[in-house]
């Protein structure tokens, strides 16, 4: 099993940032990727970012692409996520998931990913 933990959440004003963390534990992948959704109150969990683990490779939503960067943290084994300029769009639980992945890039798709977070609340207030 892998559990994933979350942190990094907290309520700041929009313009603001926050680094949001995720650290994993238990079963070593071979090949893998990590990314970030997020689901707001009454919507659908949408995908945010993601990074093969092997290449690095990077992916962005379009919504966040240009103020939120992933990275891999290779002490934690996890990854974090820098997001600046931060908009009360943003305010969502972020959850942290990782599963299998052979490609040159990473899903975008929810059920790419078989172990997720519990996840870390972002509030942006206007």
């Known amino acids: 099993q892998v559990q994933l933990v979350e942190s990094g959440g907290e309520s700041v004003q929009a313009g603001g940032a926050l680094r949001l963390s995720c650290t994993a534990s238990g079963r070593a992948f071979i090949n893998y990727a990590m990314a970030w959704f997020r689901q707001a109150p009454g919507k659908e969990r949408e995908f945010v970012a993601s990074i093969t683990w092997n290449i690095g490779s990077t992916r962005y939503a379009d919504a966040v692409a240009g103020r939120f960067t992933i990275s891999k943290d290779n002490v934690k084994n996890g990854i974090n996520l820098q997001m600046n300029s931060l908009k009360p769009e943003d305010t969502a639980v972020y959850y942290c998931?990782?599963?299998?992945?052979?490609?040159?890039?990473?899903?975008?798709?929810?059920?790419?990913?078989?172990?997720w977070g519990r996840g870390t609340q972002v509030t942006v207030s206007s």
């Open positions: 998931a990782v599963g299998y992945s052979d490609g040159p890039i990473a899903s975008m798709a929810s059920t790419a990913y078989r172990y």
